[in-house]
């Protein structure tokens, strides 16, 4: 198994910054994607910004320009970085991360969600 473990979330005022961590652990051969996922009330979850383990990434339009994501292999840990923060942007923050195991014959790959962490951003 494996857990994804967030953390850097909390109240924010607009215009201001705050730094997401997601670090995974367990049994892990290694890990392809990894991203950032938000929902905020009422609202179906969305893409925030994703990197391939190449370290390729993927932004959503309204935060392109504002969010950087990045990532630590050898900490299997995906970070983001959020400035000029707009009270639209809150939301409950998940991580995500597509792991490759080994069953000792095999290679196949599970998809994995953190428990989420609070951003809130106050006008």
């Known amino acids: 198994q494996v857990q994804l473990v967030e953390s850097g979330g909390g109240l924010v005022q607009a215009g201001g910054s705050l730094r997401l961590s997601c670090a995974a652990s367990?049994?892990?051969?290694?890990?392809?994607?990894m991203g950032w996922y938000r929902q905020a009330p009422g609202k179906q979850r969305e893409l925030v910004a994703v990197i391939i383990s190449g370290g390729s990434t993927t932004y959503a339009d309204s935060v392109k320009g504002r969010f950087t994501i990045s990532r630590d292999n050898a900490k299997n840990t995906v970070y983001l970085q959020m400035n000029s923060l707009k009270p639209e942007d809150t939301a409950v923050y998940y991580c995500?991360?597509?792991?490759?195991?080994?069953?000792?014959?095999?290679?196949?790959?599970?998809?994995?969600w953190g428990q989420g962490t609070q951003v809130t951003v106050s006008s």
């Open positions: 367990g049994s892990i051969s290694s890990i392809n994607g």
């Open positions: 995500n991360a597509d792991v490759v195991h080994y069953s000792g014959t095999y290679y196949y790959t599970n998809s994995y």
